[in-house]
């Protein structure tokens, strides 16, 4: 199983990006993921989670900017960013659930860089 993040880039304060995490090599499903983020200098944390049950957990400095969803038809996780900031510049990490027993798989990371 590889779990692969995209939607990464360069955006401006206050833009929008959306990043997705994917899981190929087979039939997998993700129930749950957890997007995390590593600023340069800083620990892993986490951002957003979605479970299987449809709950949603948001980092404080994300609760009214970023969305998190999960399309199960196309077993994708999104994470809407919306008015970013430059402080949210770091590598976004999807930690996917997959399968029967819910084994996590880690993605390597997408750069979200917010500068003018």
């Known amino acids: 199983v590889q779990v692969v993040e995209s939607g990464g880039g360069l955006v401006q304060p206050g833009g929008s990006l959306r990043l997705s995490c994917a899981a190929s090599?087979?039939?997998?499903?993700?129930?749950?993921a957890g997007w995390y983020r590593q600023g340069p200098g800083k620990e892993r944390e986490l951002v957003a989670d979605?479970?299987?049950?449809?709950?949603?957990k948001y980092a404080d400095y994300v609760k009214g900017r970023f969305t998190i969803s999960k399309d199960n038809a196309k077993n994708v996780v999104y994470l809407q960013m919306n008015s970013l900031k430059p402080d949210d510049t770091a590598v976004y990490y999807c930690?996917?659930?997959?399968?029967?027993?819910?084994?996590?798989?880690w993605g390597r990371g997408t750069q979200v860089t917010v500068s003018s």
């Open positions: 979605i479970r299987s049950d449809g709950t949603l």
């Open positions: 930690d996917a659930e997959i399968g029967i027993y819910s084994s996590h798989y």
């Open positions: 090599g087979g039939i997998y499903v993700i129930n749950a």
